[in-house]
């Protein structure tokens, strides 16, 4: 239990330093110090990702991980790197999804075999 309040309190404290910088930015873009708009429309899919880092912070490791992944996605495709656009790489996203349903059934065919060897030699 106390290892479940240590991640607890980790991605709460991740999510409340995020949300003190996302208000910040929007503070300064509203009251005219700083122009964040292209920031934020350029950088937007980084919210996504930061979600899943939250979730790997809570110890929700394939959550975290599909969202860093789609976050990822999306960003490249807002900064049309490598050529993408969101109606030419939406198979890139099935093929990253796929492979990660694919990795997740092999680790859960793993683990249990892990379990009964540690088991077996106690």
Same mark, same amino acid.
């Given at each position: @239990?106390n290892?479940? #309040?240590?991640?607890t309190r980790?991605?709460?404290?991740?999510?409340?330093? $995020?949300?003190?910088?996302?208000g910040?930015?929007?503070?300064?873009?509203?009251? !005219?110090?700083?122009?964040?708009?292209? /920031?934020?429309?350029?950088?937007?899919?980084?919210? /996504?990702?930061?979600? =899943?880092?939250? #979730?790997?912070?809570?110890g929700?490791?394939?959550?975290?991980?599909?969202?860093?992944?789609?976050?990822?996605? @999306?960003?490249?495709?807002?900064?049309?790197?490598? !050529?993408l656009?969101?109606?030419?790489?939406?198979?890139?996203?099935?093929?990253?999804? =796929? $492979? =990660?349903?694919?990795?997740? $059934?092999?680790? $859960?065919?793993?683990?249990?075999?892990?379990?009964?060897?540690?088991h077996e030699?106690?």
């Open positions: @239990m290892d479940e #309040r240590k991640h980790a991605g709460s404290l991740f999510g409340g330093v $995020a949300l003190i910088a996302v910040t930015l929007f503070l300064l873009d509203e009251i !005219g110090i700083a122009d964040f708009g292209h /920031v934020i429309r350029s950088y937007w899919p980084l919210f /996504v990702v930061g979600v =899943g880092v939250m #979730r790997l912070i809570d929700e490791i394939w959550d975290g991980l599909w969202l860093l992944a789609v976050g990822g996605w @999306m960003q490249l495709v807002t900064l049309g790197m490598f !050529g656009t969101w109606g030419s790489s939406w198979p890139l996203l099935l093929i990253i999804l =796929g $492979a =990660g349903m694919v990795a997740r $059934a092999l680790f $859960a065919a793993v683990r249990p075999r892990r379990e009964e060897q540690g030699s106690r």
